[in-house]
């Protein structure tokens, strides 16, 4: 008996994934823990392996369709076992996550006499059950928002299943119904002598409404990346009171050192000694004096976190991501920069795991490489404060006093949640971090 391929729960929160490449068709072989399918959750995108070396000899989800966790998604016969269609259920009708296949009607029973009339024994007849195609639990939420009935809706999926794609081109094919053509009333004939009455000018007709898709645009639907942003940014709007203030901080001192010892720092390291480091370690440096800034907001109370897990936005060619540096407070400087360069590429050849994308305290993002003076960043729930960095640039400012100089100047913004930070607070911390990076001891790369 064929082995079934379930989708697995990628972390605590995840209750669903959408499969997005499938690496083998049916009927090749798989050795065991070779990539067998392509997954995508809320937090991260992910290869499934092989559970066993076999053949696959079923796929019951197809490529962009969403099952919660622990549906079967396929089957693998062990190698050298025989396998034939029949052995397994996929005639029953049931959708692959294991929910029944949902129906407009029930049969209505026969009566318990005989009518009368013909009229009336058509009328016991049982009505046509419509049969619903098979779907995927996102499938089945969309027909219920728009009103449409599956049935109704082409599947080219196997089986005759109803994928997104279906479903999307189902809505998009629905044309609003044509305006009713005005009534033409004739007018009376006039009387002999009787000069003729002018028409009545014809009511204004209202304009067409306007096509949903002008002529070479394009319609795509929403990769999961982008929906799962879309839904966090605006939950995170609606959830937070989002105030941002703003510091400029004079990185002079910090741009020498990083000239200074650069070479060293790499050869030792074994990464390129960047910026980053530097705001983070003095991010966390600031967050042991305000630990109000590492604390999460319940509905009635307070979590103040132990340890500092840094989240650092990483931008991807389809998205962002936000992979976090556990316990990033207990490392030392050379540690923060190995483990943030090892998440942001790790982020973009889609290898990091669900644990490295959640349970961040703090978090970091840096629009100011793409030419950002500063921005006014979206606070990552459940977390209270945000540090964005911009991009840092030499210009004139007035120095010790009256003087004026060129240096290397950047904006910080940090977005914190008005609902448990206080403005008085907010600029504490912003000052704390101000006064690390415009007063880094020289040479100290461990503090």
């Known amino acids: 008996m064929p082995s079934d391929i379930i989708m697995p729960q990628m972390g605590e929160s995840i209750t669903e994934g959408t499969i997005t490449k499938w690496r083998v068709a049916v009927g090749d072989t798989v050795e065991r ?40 998604v396929g089957r693998i016969a062990a190698e050298g076992e025989a396998w034939s269609p029949d052995e397994t259920s996929e005639s029953d009708g049931e959708p692959a996550s294991g929910v029944a296949a949902e129906t407009d009607d029930a049969p209505t029973e026969a009566p318990s006499r005989a009518p009368d009339s013909a009229s009336a024994k058509e009328e016991a007849l049982p009505r046509p059950v419509r049969r619903q195609p098979r779907s995927s639990p996102l499938v089945r939420r969309m027909a219920r928002e728009h009103g449409v009935d599956l049935a109704d ?33 004739e007018a009376p004939p006039a009387a002999a002598g009787a000069p003729a009455a002018e028409a009545p000018a014809p009511d204004p007709q209202p304009p067409p409404a306007a096509p949903a898709r002008l002529d070479g645009d394009r319609s795509e639907p929403l990769t999961h990346m982008r929906r799962s942003i879309a839904d966090h940014m605006v939950r995170s709007r609606r959830t937070s009171a989002h105030v941002t203030t703003v510091f400029e901080v004079d ?39 305000f630990p109000i800034l590492n604390a999460s907001l319940g509905e009635d109370h307070v979590v103040y976190h132990r340890s500092v897990n840094l989240g650092v936005a990483v931008a991807l060619a389809d998205g962002l991501i936000v992979p976090v540096l556990q316990r990033a407070d207990e490392r030392n400087f050379m540690g923060l ?28 993002t840096n629009p100011g490489p793409f030419g950002a003076l500063f921005g006014t960043p979206i606070i990552a729930q459940p977390q209270v404060a945000i540090l964005g960095v911009g991009g840092v640039h030499k210009r004139p400012v007035v120095v010790d006093g009256d003087a004026i100089a060129v240096r290397s100047m950047v904006f910080l913004a940090l977005s914190f949640d008005h609902r448990l930070i206080d403005g ?24």
């Open 251 to 289: 990185m002079s001192r910090v741009v020498a050192i990083r000239a200074a010892n650069g070479p060293a720092f790499e050869e030792r390291a074994g990464v390129r000694l960047t910026l980053m480091p530097f705001f983070a370690q003095a991010a966390i440096d600031a967050l042991g004096e």
């Open 33 to 72: 823990d070779d990539p067998l399918f392509d997954i995508a959750t809320d937090k991260v995108d992910t290869e499934v392996p092989a559970a066993l070396t076999g053949r696959l000899v079923e796929i019951l989800v197809p490529e962009g369709e969403t099952v919660t966790v622990n549906s079967v």
């Open 153 to 185: 809706v082409p599947g080219t999926g196997e089986g005759g299943r109803v994928s997104k794609r279906d479903m999307l081109a189902f809505l998009e094919s629905r044309e609003a119904p044509p305006a009713p053509e005005p009534e033409v009333v």
């Open 337 to 364: 920069a190995r483990g943030i360069k090892d998440l942001a590429q790790r982020s973009r050849t889609g290898a990091l795991t669900p644990d490295e994308v959640q349970g961040g305290t703090f978090t970091i």
């Open 424 to 447: 008085a607070v907010a600029d504490q911390f912003m000052a704390a971090v101000k006064s690390r990076l415009e007063n880094w001891p020289e040479g100290d790369l461990k503090p």
